[in-house]
């Protein structure tokens, strides 16, 4: 059983930092695009960054400037630097990945469970 767990989350100050881990647990035969999502409350979830298997990556406009998507392949690791927190940054923030658990399988799509961000004075 594949599982996303992800960590890092927190309690911030406006213009500090914070990292966001993921990493997939499990057996994992290959890993495709993983990237962060954020839903705070009121609003639709909405995509922060992605990075595909060789390393491309996507941000947001809201976020471009100041947060870093990386990954550990090795590891089946995804991070999140975010740098210059505004208040508006604050919601939950959730991996996503897509995995693949044997050589035949077809790639799934797998989501973490979630963790709180909060950027407040």
């Known amino acids: 059983q594949v599982q996303l767990v992800e960590s890092g989350g927190g309690l911030v100050q406006p213009g500090g930092s914070l990292r966001l881990s993921c990493a997939a647990s499990?057996?994992?035969?290959?890993?495709?695009?993983m990237g962060w999502y954020r839903q705070a409350p009121g609003k639709q979830r909405e995509l922060v960054a992605d990075?595909?298997?060789?390393?491309?990556?996507r941000n947001a406009d809201p976020v471009k400037g100041r947060f870093t998507i990386s990954r550990d392949n090795a590891k089946n690791t995804v991070y999140l630097q975010m740098n210059s927190l505004k208040p508006e940054d604050t919601a939950v923030y959730s991996c996503?990945?897509?995995?693949?658990?044997?050589?035949?399988?077809?790639?799934?799509?797998?989501w973490g469970q979630g963790t709180q961000v909060t950027v407040s004075s």
């Open positions: 996503n990945a897509e995995l693949k658990t044997t050589l035949l399988s077809r790639p799934k799509n797998y």
């Open positions: 499990g057996i994992v035969f290959w890993s495709g695009t």
């Open positions: 990075i595909t298997s060789d390393g491309r990556t």
